[in-house]
């Protein structure tokens, strides 16, 4: 029952960390001539209240919309790109609404994601075995291509949160006594995976105190800021 | 300072005592209605589409839908609203999650010994689910938490900066007691259930007594049964229960629940062994009888505690009984090879590969032989 609680410390973690540049893999990443496309994975998406005491209360509603603005802006940006999107969707014989084994390459990716976030952001964790970028979802994802004409299939994990009235009132009060109360916070990370052998051949991550995907303006700039030094 | 803490005592605890009314069977309109719920629930069922794919559900199909079929007969009208799932861990436990599905520790099914007491837990769960305790408990929390801060501000300011410490312990003890009184209103619910279903009314009592004999039996170093630190138990629990009983009978069936466990309960006792809390598990090995598995059993576990007598013994009880697993000997030979006593350890072990010629560690016994030799 407390599935999400190690990624959320991890990302709780990252925030009060010292921000470094974002991990630029060597990319092997060309474009061919045709167009290419993407599959985008479930997102793994929650936005929370802040109550008065900073608990986070999950809000459903936000979430879904937060989650319908993204998915509409990320098919934006790459029709403007020319490349071909599909949005997940079951495989037909499926009676579940995500198939397992795709469920599990999204666990996966959340695990992965959060490696590569807590290996990268500290020169004192970073591994000395992977100077760049060099990670993958395993031939697992073979799944994927079995079940999608796809090239690529893009990941996401994100959390943001909000502050409620009360905790708004208490950020005024501690302003004015001098003392910093801690609002709204947005982090996420997000993949391009190979769908030929499963590397991630492009990840970046966002951390953030502005920005607002419960609005279509908003989630365009979030996914802007995501999609950050994408090469398509 | 204390006419402060008086006055949050109070505030929080009437922060605590909103209570809901219950879900109604079927209807999750209800649950939409309110924000902060409808959240909670898009959680969980994350949590839970996460437990399905986690590897931690036990294969056996007719042992879930056994314990489905059991929370189904004490959760009655909420049955379709409720789903079950045995997972794969050591540890007397079940819970409830606030959209309705149970997780059942396979634990708690070595310890339970029949299908009433079966039925006693998970009515009890099932009740948590039917008065909405997890948002109860999420609403006061949250709403002693604000106050808390609030409170703890306005001591600052006003020069009490040390009242914000009792401040907090008040809290503390207010959520506390806020979760004792929803274990008891649990109690007492799953209670009906369970009767209602016609089950043995002693069995809701004959669980915690066993949850207290196993706590007893531990070093006081060591955690409680975890059924005991998420249901904090109290001998008061335990009385309520037993009066509530009071000779009220109903069915226990014992046959029915060990067809469906018994063919586990080796695998579940060697990860109970993992955990090393001998002295609970002794607890619950005798309750599992004069047996040869569990003979077998309490042998490994005093071997590996360092009480050599006592293993002796356990293995000796184990080898005459005709149920007795074949490493039992093995167990034999290597206890009694560490008192010295090599020609009876030679000839357990020897006795063990006849039993078990296909045995894995036949190569390394088969050493043990040689050197005693």
């Known amino acids: 029952m407390r599935a999400g609680t190690s990624l959320g410390f991890l990302l709780l973690m990252l925030a009060a960390c010292v921000r470094t540049d974002p991990l630029l893999p060597e990319l092997e990443f060309a474009r061919s001539a045709e167009t290419v496309s993407v599959l985008v994975m479930p997102t793994n998406i929650a936005l929370y209240e802040i109550t008065v005491a900073g608990l986070l209360e999950p809000n459903a509603e936000w979430t879904e919309t937060a989650r319908q603005n993204i998915a509409t802006a990320l098919g934006e940006h790459f029709a403007k790109h020319a490349a071909n999107v599909l949005a997940y969707a079951p495989p037909q014989n499926s009676l579940l609404r995500h198939h397992p084994e795709h469920q599990q390459l999204v666990k996966l990716h959340d695990a992965v994601g959060s490696a590569i976030l807590f290996h990268g952001q500290l020169p004192s964790l970073a591994l000395p075995t992977k100077p760049v970028l060099d990670y993958t979802l395993g031939p697992g994802i073979a799944v994927l291509r079995e079940d999608y004409e796809a090239d690529y299939a893009l990941f996401l994990t994100f959390r943001d949160s909000f502050s409620s009235s009360g905790r708004v009132a208490l950020m005024v009060i501690g302003a004015a006594l001098g003392a910093v109360v801690q609002g709204g916070q947005q982090f996420g990370f997000i993949s391009l995976v190979d769908l030929n052998d499963g590397r991630i051949i492009w990840f970046n991550s966002l951390n953030s105190s502005v920005g607002d995907p419960r609005q279509e303006k908003g989630a365009r700039e979030t996914t802007r800021r995501l999609l950050d030094g994408l090469p398509l | ?373």
């Open chain 2, 1 to 373: 300072m204390r006419t402060l803490a008086t006055a949050c005592t109070l505030l929080i605890t009437s922060a605590c005592a909103q209570s809901l009314p219950d879900i109604a069977p079927g209807d999750t309109d209800q649950v939409v209605a309110e924000h902060d719920e409808r959240g909670i629930w898009a959680e969980m069922e994350q949590a839970e589409s996460a437990l399905l794919t986690s590897g931690a559900l036990v294969a056996d199909e007719t042992l879930q839908a056994y314990v489905r079929e059991v929370a189904c007969r004490v959760a009655s009208d909420y049955c379709g609203d409720i789903r079950v799932y045995v997972v794969e861990r050591a540890g007397f436990n079940a819970s409830m999650a606030p959209n309705g599905f149970m997780t059942v520790w396979t634990g708690l099914l070595l310890r339970v010994e029949n299908e009433a007491q079966l039925a006693a837990v998970l009515g009890h769960e099932v009740a948590h689910y039917q008065r909405r305790h997890t948002l109860e408990r999420w609403r006061s929390t949250r709403a002693a938490t604000s106050a808390v801060t609030f409170l703890s501000i306005a001591a600052a300011v006003g020069g009490y900066g040390g009242a914000g410490n009792l401040v907090q312990l008040a809290t503390q003890l207010a959520l506390l007691s806020y979760s004792r009184e929803q274990e008891r209103e649990a109690d007492s619910l799953g209670f009906e259930r369970l009767v209602a279903a016609s089950y043995d009314a002693e069995a809701a009592a004959a669980v915690w007594r066993n949850a207290l004999a196993e706590q007893d039996a531990m070093d006081e170093d060591q955690a409680p049964p975890v059924l005991l630190s998420t249901h904090p138990a109290s001998d008061e629990r335990l009385t309520n229960l037993a009066a509530l009983a009071d000779m009220r009978g109903g069915e226990r069936f014992a046959g029915r629940f060990d067809a469906a466990v018994a063919r586990h309960r080796n695998e579940w006792i060697a990860a109970e062994i993992g955990k090393g809390r001998y002295g609970a598990l002794d607890v619950v090995l005798q309750r599992l009888g004069d047996n040869g598995v569990a003979s077998y059993w309490r042998g490994e576990m005093f071997r590996r505690s360092g009480e050599t007598k006592k293993a002796l013994a356990a293995y000796r009880m184990a080898v005459v009984s005709p149920e007795a697993p074949a490493v039992a000997h093995r167990g034999l030979g290597l206890t009694l090879w560490s008192l010295g006593r090599d020609s009876e350890a030679l000839r357990a072990f020897t006795r063990y590969l006849v039993t078990a010629p296909q045995a894995k560690d036949t190569a390394m016994i088969r050493a043990y032989i040689k050197e005693l030799k």
